[in-house]
């Protein structure tokens, strides 16, 4: 019976904050470094983005996408002098992050307590005998 929790959390003897944030909160590599880079540069565009990461606008905005939904970025309008508009993004306060990852990671272990508790020998000898057939 697989659980939904973080994604190879346990797979490092030591993981780091970068690491607990990209398992507990499911991110790609590409939508951490795009988060990491706006906590060192807040409130910066794709444009500023792209040039500071050195990598396509399209795939920093299909992170920020990600980010957006997950609730670790927002995104404000800005009208530009000139006429137009883009959008610059801020991530969430590390605080903040901090307290969706705890959290997180309570209803997790939560839920992993939840079915230790329920476990029977029985249970077990059934789940070992469908594994062999």
Partial sequence: MPIDGPTGLFE???????????????LTISEL?????????PGIGVDELSEIMRKDRSGIYR???TLLEKGLVKREY???KH???KYIYTPLEIDTLKAILKEELERWFKRLNEVVDKFTLDEFKGETKEAET
């Fill in 63 to 65: 992170s920020l996408q």
């Fill in 12 to 26: 490092v003897a030591e993981p780091d904050f970068e690491y607990i944030v990209k398992c507990v909160l499911k």
């Fill in 78 to 80: 800005r009208i530009l």
């Fill in 33 to 41: 470094e795009v988060y990491l880079t706006l906590i060192e540069n």
């Fill in 83 to 85: 006429g137009g508009y």
